[in-house]
């Protein structure tokens, strides 16, 4: 049974820092594209970021509105895929969700995970 659970989120100020984890079970997480998106209220879902599988040597992507404050990566011994979140802002408020892409970084998500809150206090 593929699971994804996300944790880390929280209240944090404008400019701080925040690092999310995706522990997954039911599947290795190099083995699949696993990527990041949010929901805010009233706004469309955005794709956050991306980590391709090892054998499409890992490569990472970033929404242009994310790009050089988050980074995103992945412990195969853990199993875990984390974005660290710096340079916080206010619109980076949401709930930040991780899922599963079976057909890499550019597909569907195939499954997703409940979410974490993510606020940015200004």
């Known amino acids: 049974q593929i699971q994804l659970v996300e944790s880390g989120g929280g209240l944090v100020q404008s400019g701080g820092s925040l690092r999310l984890s995706c522990e997954a079970s039911g599947f290795n997480v190099d083995d699949y594209a696993v990527g990041w998106f949010r929901q805010a209220p009233g706004k469309e879902r955005e794709g956050v970021s991306c980590?391709?599988?090892?054998?499409?040597?890992?490569?990472?992507y970033y929404a242009d509105s994310v790009k050089g404050r988050f980074t995103i990566s992945r412990d195969n011994a853990k199993n875990t895929v984390y974005l660290q979140m710096n340079a916080l802002k206010p619109e980076d408020t949401a709930i930040y969700y991780c899922a599963m892409r079976s057909r890499g970084c550019r597909a569907r998500n195939d499954y997703r995970g409940q979410g974490t809150q993510v606020t940015v206090s200004s």
């Open positions: 980590i391709s599988s090892s054998d499409r040597d890992s490569e990472t």
